[in-house]
């Protein structure tokens, strides 16, 4: 009877369905720890991969020794889809049911039913300060642990490489796929050369309970990708224009400047990263408490307001976005994820650097960009670039995007 059950797994769909139910109920239910570098499932699903003993030898398949053994087959195709499958889904499971996660989906849900909840903008903003502090203190801590090398110095010159020439693709397909004009495809493609410090936050600790380690540069490198994708946006939407007779409104007196630069986010994420770095991590220790101990919380009350303006944009703009607009939003963080991919490759980063570093690069601002092309290019339409950045890509990214992206850095690292 034990050999008739195990030879029903001998079909590719049963093998990869008891998988995906055993790698969900092996965490949760059946309290049997699942690492990745052992994994519970792997190892009792090869016993039902292997051979049934019932079944017959087929006439091509000799025996080795006169004892009539035989070498181990080599795993198929299907079966090695089937364990790459389940790795994705793994990875994408923890994070899809973590509280952070699903804060972000009763907010959104509860906007898009026109609930009355609402967290106040002041509140929000301590918030979003809060979580800069934390991010730029830990990304110090570790910095002021290791010197700066080569190595580093190289990944902060790719993120900044990636940042100048990922709105030009953006701004490529867009004028290829879509109906924009030159002014609203470059103010949309600045998003998606420009950072979500929200995306890279939840990406973080995703990576971490992935059991991943990350270095603290990473954070700076989030500091440069700010701006290069603002530059080159700017550059697409004035090309072969003429120049306007009046100046753009306050830009004589450096708003412009100001708004790149010295936005709050910049300001605070990189002012915290230098105050870690030079205080280290004995300097830190008296404040750990309020910066490590209350992160996970705050962050579940953040994404939770995150996930309010996310379905209030979607509910509100969604009018102004047609299917190849929402077709963009989806695969242009998967094409630019894969760029990024070989760029870690080709550094050898480790897994949670080029995590993090994908995420990045994969990632669509809705903070510091708006606010820039809001004064840059007036004539833009919020509508659309801000309602597709929050409303479609970000959403993407914290529930089925940052899965994909750390499966793609244990990919090129081999461990996938």
């Not at 239910?29 to 991969?49: E, K």
């Amino acid at each position: 009877m034990a050999a008739r059950d195990s030879s029903l797994l001998r079909c590719p769909f049963l093998r990869m369905s008891f998988f995906s139910v055993m790698s969900w109920l092996s965490p949760k239910y059946l309290q049997i720890p699942l690492t990745r570098n052992d994994p519970f499932v792997f190892s009792h699903l090869h016993a039902f991969l292997r051979p049934c003993p019932h079944v017959a030898r087929q006439k091509d398949q000799k025996p080795h020794s006169a004892l009539g053994t035989r070498h181990p087959r080599p795993i198929s195709r299907v079966k090695q889809t089937t364990l790459a499958l389940g790795a994705v889904l793994d990875v994408a499971i923890s994070t899809l049911l973590s509280p952070i996660i699903l804060f972000f989906a009763l907010g959104m849900f509860a906007a898009l039913l026109r609930s009355q909840m609402s967290v106040p903008e002041a509140f929000a903003k301590g918030l979003a300060i809060y979580l800069m502090m934390a991010i730029g203190l830990k990304g110090g801590v570790e910095m002021s642990k290791n010197p700066l090398t080569i190595d580093v110095m190289m990944v902060l010159l790719a993120g900044v490489i990636l940042s100048f020439l990922i709105p030009a693709l953006a701004y490529l397909l867009l004028r290829m796929t879509t109906k924009l004009d030159q002014t609203n495809a470059a103010a949309t493609a600045a998003h998606y050369g420009s950072i979500s410090i929200v995306t890279f936050v939840a990406a973080t600790e995703a990576v971490r309970l992935s059991g991943l380690d990350a270095g603290g540069h990473l954070v700076a490198v989030a500091a440069l990708m700010e701006t290069p994708a603002i530059i080159t946006a700017l550059f697409l939407a004035t090309r072969g224009q003429a120049k306007p007779s009046e100046p753009v409104a306050g830009s004589e007196q450096g708003e412009l400047v100001r708004e790149v630069f010295l936005n709050a986010s910049i300001v605070v994420l990189v002012g915290a990263l230098i105050i870690g770095w030079i205080a280290g991590e004995d300097g830190t220790a008296s404040i750990e408490p309020f910066f490590v101990g209350l992160f996970q919380g705050v962050l579940c009350l953040f994404l939770l307001d995150m996930g309010l303006s996310a379905g209030r944009g979607l509910r509100q703009g969604w009018r102004q976005l047609t299917a190849p607009i929402v077709g963009f939003g989806l695969y242009m963080p998967l094409l630019s994820a894969v760029i990024a991919a070989g760029a870690a490759y080709l550094l050898g980063m480790p897994p949670g650097d080029a995590a993090l570093l994908i995420t990045l690069t994969a990632s669509a601002s809705y903070i510091a960009v708006p606010a820039a092309m809001r004064l840059a290019l007036p004539e833009a339409k919020p509508s659309i670039y801000l309602t597709l950045s929050l409303g479609v890509t970000f959403p993407f990214n914290v529930t089925i995007g940052i899965p994909i992206y750390i499966y793609l850095a244990l990919l090129i690292n081999g461990q996938g």
